[in-house]
């Protein structure tokens, strides 16, 4: 049986992280029916087609009607120390708003959290758990703000200032009947989401970076959607028909995340940290780095915190070290 290896060193009470695990690649180029692909739609069906003949999808953008999404599961979730990158083709026909506009999206979300009946995205306080490229446009000029880009985080809560990402915000309007190339950069070790947007090749725009708060309490996204958002509890209405197409996400995560350690009461080593599911976790232990030895038998990840403990007192000049394996 072959087997992915993952090592976290531990010593005493401080830690360092290690190289992330390869752990998603998703193409769809659309020039086969998604539906038999894995694509599935949520809401009101008929805002998504599958354009046969042009390979891509046709979009609305429909704010008077519920929550909508074309969505792929990940297969896995991707947490706020994971990387990932996210491009796309997309092709904007027409764009009409009411109020104060809403935004048409592409990006990541949570499945279990964007389904809820009390997911309301146009609130600003009921939406966790996003990674998205949103788009509010202004074709009339009749919004004091005018058009935006905006690359958005948002974690877990989802409720406050600082529960949403930093900055991430551009005022442009984006050309009609044009394909754009987005392209979505998140890194995990500072938490930001860099945005950049091509046309015929040729670099259009850059999207200020997108950071988070210190009080950030991080995501948990297991879907990559288009999404249609409805415009209840929110400022304003968007109506917009557009392709999208060309999907290319690319992710890496440790199966380790949030990783510390200390002594009990008892003076036995423990470590603490997020698991991942389909893992195995052992903590090892070695006085000379060339001899490890498990201190007990391999845990199975929960997609929760995990805590592994040393049943024995350590040595004098023990080392500690997390091996994560995946069959």
């Given at each position: 049986?072959?087997?992915?290896?993952?090592?976290?060193?531990?010593?005493?009470?401080?830690?360092?992280?290690?190289?992330?695990?390869?752990?998603?690649?998703?193409?769809?180029?659309?020039?086969?029916?998604?539906?038999?692909?894995?694509?599935?739609?949520?809401?009101?069906?008929?805002?998504?087609?599958?354009?046969?003949?042009?390979?891509?999808?046709?979009?609305?953008?429909?704010?008077?009607?519920?929550?909508?999404?074309?969505?792929?599961?990940?297969?896995?979730?991707?947490?706020?120390?994971?990387?990932?990158?996210?491009?796309?083709?997309?092709?904007?026909?027409?764009?009409?708003?009411?109020?104060?506009g809403a935004e048409l999206a592409v990006g990541l979300l949570n499945l279990t959290n964007a389904t809820s009946p009390a997911f309301f995205r146009g609130s600003g306080a009921d939406s966790p758990n996003l990674v998205?490229?949103?788009?509010?446009?202004?074709?009339?000029?009749?919004?004091?703000?005018?058009?935006?880009?905006?690359?958005?985080?948002?974690?877990?809560?989802?409720?406050?200032?600082?529960?949403?990402?930093?900055?991430?915000?551009?005022?442009?309007?984006?050309?009609?009947?044009?394909?754009?190339?987005?392209?979505?950069?998140?890194?995990?070790?500072?938490?930001?989401?860099?945005?950049?947007?091509?046309?015929?090749?040729?670099?259009?725009?850059?999207?200020?970076?997108?950071?988070?708060?210190?009080?950030?309490?991080?995501?948990?996204?297991?879907?990559?959607?288009?999404?249609?958002?409805?415009?209840?509890?929110?400022?304003?209405?968007?109506?917009?028909?557009?392709?999208?197409?060309?999907?290319?996400?690319?992710?890496?995560?440790?199966?380790?995340?949030?990783?510390?350690?200390?002594?009990?009461?008892?003076?036995?080593?423990?470590?603490?940290?997020?698991?991942?599911?389909?893992?195995?976790?052992?903590?090892?232990?070695?006085?000379?780095?060339?001899?490890?030895?498990?201190?007990?038998?391999?845990?199975?990840?929960?997609?929760?915190?995990?805590?592994?403990?040393?049943?024995?007192?350590?040595?004098?000049?023990?080392?500690?070290?997390?091996?994560?394996?995946?069959?």
């Amino acid at each position: 049986m072959s087997h992915v290896r993952w090592f976290a060193a531990l010593l005493a009470a401080s830690s360092f992280a290690a190289a992330q695990t390869p752990s998603i690649s998703l193409q769809e180029d659309f020039s086969a029916d998604p539906a038999g692909r894995g694509w599935h739609a949520f809401g009101d069906a008929a805002l998504f087609s599958w354009d046969s003949t042009h390979q891509n999808l046709h979009v609305t953008w429909d704010s008077s009607q519920t929550n909508s999404y074309y969505y792929h599961a990940l297969g896995t979730v991707l947490r706020s120390d994971s990387d990932f990158n996210l491009s796309f083709d997309l092709d904007l026909t027409d764009a009409a708003i009411g109020g104060y506009g809403a935004e048409l999206a592409v990006g990541l979300l949570n499945l279990t959290n964007a389904t809820s009946p009390a997911f309301f995205r146009g609130s600003g306080a009921d939406s966790p758990n996003l990674v998205e490229f949103d788009y509010f446009p202004d074709p009339a000029g009749v919004l004091w703000f005018g058009p935006s880009i905006t690359a958005v985080l948002v974690d877990r809560v989802g409720v406050g200032t600082n529960n949403w990402s930093t900055n991430g915000y551009l005022g442009l309007e984006l050309p009609m009947s044009t394909v754009l190339r987005v392209e979505l950069a998140y890194t995990g070790v500072d938490q930001t989401l860099r945005t950049t947007i091509w046309q015929n090749g040729t670099l259009l725009t850059t999207v200020p970076d997108a950071g988070v708060w210190p009080a950030f309490l991080g995501f948990e996204v297991d879907t990559l959607a288009v999404e249609s958002y409805s415009d209840d509890n929110g400022w304003g209405s968007l109506f917009a028909h557009g392709t999208v197409g060309h999907i290319v996400f690319t992710a890496t995560r440790s199966p380790l995340g949030t990783l510390t350690g200390q002594f009990d009461a008892a003076g036995h080593w423990l470590v603490q940290f997020t698991s991942s599911t389909n893992w195995l976790y052992t903590l090892e232990r070695t006085t000379d780095f060339v001899h490890w030895s498990p201190t007990a038998a391999a845990t199975t990840g929960t997609g929760d915190r995990l805590v592994l403990r040393d049943p024995s007192s350590p040595p004098v000049g023990a080392f500690y070290r997390v091996s994560a394996t995946r069959p």
